[in-house]
């Protein structure tokens, strides 16, 4: 795959700004490794293969298990992620996916005996961030930060 434009060069100013608010979120309070499960689960929704590697490679640096890294993707079926993890899940989904069924009361009830109001707000923010960060990476082909691999 090509890249079609660096959205960086061409668009410096609000970059910038994007930029600011993933630091924001980056700072946020919630957990370093729940932002790089929830991060890489939006990307799997959103095939994002350039967030998807980035933030694989990223929880794995950071201390996450290839085991739990490898069944992001299968969470309601995996033993190996917390309720507060699933929870959040189940948040990166609907959100994610707002369009096609919004968030329900039964979830955000759910939500809520795991996350304070005010970190929900956060994770929301952090979803939206790394939602952005996919609609521009998957329409204008970012470059993979690492060699492609060879296709068989």
Same mark, same amino acid.
């Given at each position: 795959?090509?890249?079609?434009?660096?959205?960086?060069?061409?668009?410096?100013?609000?970059?910038? *700004?994007? /930029? &600011?608010?993933?630091? *924001?979120?980056?700072?946020?309070?919630?957990?370093?490794?729940?932002?790089? /499960?929830?991060?890489?689960? &939006?990307?799997?929704?959103?095939?994002?293969?350039?967030?998807?590697?980035?933030?694989?490679? @990223?929880?794995?640096?950071?201390?996450?298990?290839?085991?739990?890294?490898?069944?992001?993707?299968?969470?309601?079926?995996?033993? /190996?992620?917390?309720?507060?993890?699933?929870? &959040?899940?189940?948040?990166? @989904?609907?959100?994610?996916?707002?369009?096609?069924?919004?968030?329900?009361?039964?979830?955000?009830?759910?939500?809520?005996?795991?996350?304070?109001? @005010?970190?929900?707000?956060?994770?929301?923010?952090?979803?939206?961030?790394?939602?952005?960060?996919?609609?521009?990476?998957?329409?204008?082909?970012?470059?993979?930060?690492?060699?492609?691999?060879?296709?068989?």
């Amino acid at each position: 795959m090509k890249e079609r434009l660096q959205f960086f060069a061409k668009a410096p100013e609000i970059m910038k *700004a994007v /930029l &600011a608010l993933n630091k *924001a979120v980056d700072e946020c309070g919630l957990e370093e490794g729940l932002l790089h /499960l929830v991060k890489l689960r &939006a990307s799997q929704i959103n095939g994002c293969s350039y967030c998807v590697e980035m933030h694989s490679r @990223e929880a794995r640096r950071d201390g996450e298990t290839e085991q739990r890294v490898y069944l992001v993707s299968a969470w309601k079926e995996s033993p /190996l992620f917390s309720e507060r993890e699933r929870a &959040a899940f189940a948040w990166t @989904e609907a959100v994610t996916l707002i369009a096609h069924n919004g968030v329900s009361d039964e979830l955000y009830a759910r939500a809520l005996q795991h996350f304070s109001e @005010e970190e929900l707000v956060k994770l929301s923010v952090a979803l939206g961030m790394i939602n952005t960060w996919n609609r521009l990476c998957v329409p204008f082909h970012a470059i993979h930060p690492m060699p492609a691999a060879k296709a068989a």
